[in-house]
């Protein structure tokens, strides 16, 4: 089991890293409102994979592989999710110049930017297909359904950890300085990036 344990922790550490809709979100999210929305978005994508583990776990994951009109139902549902929040960047403009201690953040409630890592995450079929082959291709049937249980918190609580430190980095002073003069090319760069992976 250490070893399905690895290969499961490995897989999903290069799928976190590279760069989609969830890295995206805590992007924008971290230089528009500062670390603490940041965080609050990586805490919503976390527990996004506990959605994930849970329909994989209940058997849920074989009714989704099975029946195209439902996957093709929340394709549909994230991929507009995503329009919408790249339309929200889309509406960005400059900004004059400002020292850093003048740098102001835009508004976003912790409950919002929970939500929207949330929504993100639960409504990318990317992640869907990801977790569907990744439990189905690694994890043996005869595993015990508390240590996959074990292995569903593991894979939440690092995708929480890598987003926030995603946050924690973007978040610095001399960043922020940057992007409060830049920061609407950032936000059209990210909702093209939004755009993209929706379609």
């Known amino acids: 089991m250490l070893n399905e344990f690895l290969l499961l922790a490995t897989a999903h550490l290069f799928a976190v890293a590279s760069p989609g809709a969830d890295f995206a979100v805590v992007l924008k999210n971290t230089l528009r409102s500062g670390q603490r929305v940041g965080t609050y978005t990586a805490l919503g994508i976390g ?55 003048e740098i102001e953040h835009i508004q976003l409630s912790k409950f919002k930017a929970l939500k929207q890592g949330f929504l993100v995450n639960v409504l990318n079929p990317k992640v869907t ?40 980095w973007f978040s610095r002073s001399t960043i922020l300085a940057w992007y409060q003069r830049h920061g609407y090319i950032i ?12 379609v």
């Not at 292995?151 to 987003?163: E, N």
């Open 129 to 168: 297909v990801f977790f569907i082959a990744l439990f189905t291709s690694i994890v043996s049937q005869k595993t015990p359904i508390w240590i996959q249980s074990f292995y569903g918190i593991w894979l939440a609580v690092y995708t929480f950890l890598w987003f926030s430190l995603v946050a924690w």
């Open 47 to 101: 527990l996004g994979i506990f959605v994930h583990v849970g329909y994989t776990l209940l058997g849920v994951a074989i009714v989704l592989s099975q029946s195209p009109i439902l996957f093709d139902l929340v394709k549909y549902l994230g991929a507009g999710y995503l329009l919408w929040l790249a339309f929200q960047s889309f509406r960005s403009r400059p900004k004059a110049a400002s020292t850093e201690s």
């Open 187 to 198: 936000d059209w760069l990210m909702g093209g990036v939004l755009v993209v992976i929706a």
